[in-house]
């Protein structure tokens, strides 16, 4: 009878912990990312707060989003009226379509069209230095982009060259065919210009046009045939960096009216010196930082890769946290490969009850 009292309840909560462990193949719970009331979606787009798509549903002018009927059954998300969105993150990045800049001529060196876009945006939108490049795909050409931003402007180019499309390398765009650079940060204007040093008459046959654009660097890997099957009407993905407003956390938290991380469980963070601020859930909590209710509780027990409870244990949900108490006869933090270790038993006391 001893025994018994002693094991029974030992496998009464290992019976709790299979329980609690299957629980986590649950579907984690989904969070409002837009203000209530108003729609999250434009087409296949997520517009979490501060955008949005109608009055009072964006913070301020600057996070407006024009979700417009276009000519197919897809509806097109534009910001700021110029610039068609393909994905918005709340941990600060815009993925934006972005026109490229091209330079063509006919056979006999003649001028056919010289495209040189401009891309504008707000102060709280700036090309990212991280995640895109500066590619210029040809074998004549040379071409400069120009940035603008925090009261400076900077420019920075590169000049492929080749003589035979036999000497272009596929995936290389080391100068032969393709070369690339990195951009500065800090711009929310870029123009990208393009011109020849030969008006392509060497190079005609197989390389009639040049083109050059910032574009996201994963998304654009270069290749010989790029030298012919680009286009002047291309748009490509750039990635874009947000913030709330210029000024530091500090200064922001002095205008409660205005200051965007008052939700509870969120806070304030600069991700770049001298760009404005960003809000984020504090650490245990997830969804929109922007909203008033927005950062909620994350169930660490519900995925198994969120804790390090060890098989011994039984993993506890707390407000932004967890615990892992240890199943009975077993101590510790709970915690870890030896998070719980087994009690000493006293065999005396169970042979003699």
Known sequence: MGFNRFILPMLLHLVIALMLSSASTLTPPTFPIAMPGCKDHCGNVSIPFPFGI????????????????????????????????????????????????????????????????????????????????????????????????????????????????????????SGIGCCQTDIPPGAWNINVSLTSLNNHTKVWDFNPCSYAFVVEEKAFNFSASNLTNLSNDLSLPVVVDWTIEEGSCEVAQRNTTSYACSGKNSHCYEPFKGLGYRCSCDQGYEGNPYLPDGCQDINECQDPTLHNCTKNSVCHNTLGNYTCPCLKGYHGDGRGGDGCSPDQINWSMIVSG
């Open 54 to 173: 109608t009055e009072d549903c964006y913070l301020n002018k600057y996070f407006f989003i024009n979700c417009t009927n276009s000519s197919t059954s897809v509806p097109q998300t534009v910001l700021q009226n110029a610039v068609d969105v393909t994905e918005i993150s709340l941990e600060g990045q815009v993925h934006l379509m972005q026109d490229i800049a091209s330079d063509c001529y006919d056979k006999n060196g003649s001028l056919l069209d010289n495209i040189s876009p401009w891309t504008r945006l707000s102060k709280r939108f700036t090309f990212s230095s991280t995640a895109n490049k500066f590619i210029v795909v040809g074998c004549d050409a040379l071409a400069l982009v120009k940035g603008f931003g925090q009261n400076r402007s900077y420019a920075t180019g590169c000049i492929p060259s080749c003589d035979y499309k036999e000497d272009v390398i596929d995936g290389s765009c």
